[in-house]
């Protein structure tokens, strides 16, 4: 290592940020084009069909592992349509405004105390600002592909991201109270001693307002009205074809795995083990994102598709208001001496 440094002088700092970032970036693209795969067969299984299970690796079809490459391969050669009356740099500027919040996210999110790409004191603010900021990417392409369809799309996905990121901000003020801290780090640290003292228990209500929030912050089924087949053909997206498309698809999947992520770190211990005689690790933080990722696809086999207006009901007369009562019942048990329950 200090051999490098001495190699590269100056640009020894970026160049080793660049290493790291490519280090988090790759797998997680990765584990995105497998969460398409593992979607397709835990659905499959939930319905009694099959999911993919011929292409493979190789000659051997290995229960179809070799599918989400296929389909990348697929995306990246279909041709990408411009529409004609379209804003052509908007409408190529529409996909990388929305997944680039979705990667630029994980800059401050801790695999393990000293695991951690950027370790700043207020990286939960960081996480809430910089996602945020994907809606944009939703109204600009909608917007630029100068379609009533997708403009429609757009209007309604953006008005359900903005109400619901308004019940997950109240949710992690929760959060910030208990810890009474702002980096990610030291809120998993807080939560030490076993599955008992994470803040799924004291915070339970937050941790589900969270969780239903995440469903509906990324558009997943039961409410994705912004794809609603029967009205609106697919949304925001319905002029976008090939890799462009492919980039939507991308942040959607990245997105979900961002929330199972954050989901883990907030309520769930992060990398802490449920029992303080087995060791911590990156392992247990693995398991319960997988366990988060589990749910939202069991949602999608499960329930049916609200209506619009059932989806703005439950974020603005349901959930803000159920949060702000937590957040005053946590503040006032805090001035007594049962503050104790959630620190």
């Known amino acids: 290592m200090e051999w490098f440094q001495e190699l590269l002088g100056p640009a020894w700092l970026p160049v080793w940020t660049l290493v790291k970032i490519i280090v988090i970036v790759l797998p997680l693209l990765i584990a995105v084009a497998y969460l398409t795969y593992a979607e397709r067969k835990i659905i499959g299984y939930m319905q009694i069909r099959i999911g993919p299970n011929r292409v493979g690796f190789f000659g051997f079809r290995l229960v179809g592992l070799g599918q989400p490459i296929a389909d990348a391969v697929k995306l990246m050669t279909k041709e990408i349509l411009l529409p004609t009356g379209a ?20 800059a401050v999110v801790p695999f393990t105390d000293h695991l951690v790409l950027a370790n700043v004191d207020a990286s939960l603010l960081y996480i809430m600002a910089i996602t945020s900021m994907g809606v944009y990417g939703v109204v600009v392409a909608g917007w630029a592909s100068n379609s009533k369809y997708a403009l429609l799309g757009a209007l ?10 308004i019940a997950m901000g109240f949710a992690l003020v929760g959060v910030l109270m208990s810890a009474q801290s702002l980096n990610l780090v030291e809120i998993v640290q807080h939560q030490g001693g076993g599955f008992w003292q994470w803040y799924w228990l004291p915070l339970f209500p937050l941790f589900i307002v969270y969780l239903i929030a995440g469903v509906a912050e990324t558009n997943r089924a039961p409410f994705d009205v912004a794809e609603g087949e029967s009205e609106i053909v697919a949304g925001f997206h319905v002029d976008y074809s090939g890799m462009a498309f492919a980039v939507f698809f991308l942040a959607e999947y990245a997105n979900m795995i961002l929330v199972a992520a954050l989901t883990s770190i907030l309520f769930l211990g992060g990398w802490l083990s ?7 690790g990156f392992f247990w933080l693995a398991a319960k994102i997988s366990v988060v990722l589990f749910l939202f696809l069991w949602f999608r086999a499960t329930f049916p598709r609200y209506r619009y207006d059932q989806i703005m009901r439950l974020g603005w007369k349901v959930f803000i208001p159920v949060t702000l009562v937590w957040i005053l019942v946590v503040g006032a048990f805090m001035q007594t001496p049962l503050g104790y329950l959630f620190h």
């Open 156 to 165: 309604r996905s953006a008005a359900q991201i903005v109400s619901y990121e």
């Open 87 to 106: 804003n052509k740099t908007l409408f190529l500027v529409g996909p990388i405004l929305s997944i680039a919040p979705a990667l630029a996210a994980w």
């Open 274 to 280: 449920p029992f303080p005689f087995l060791p911590d």
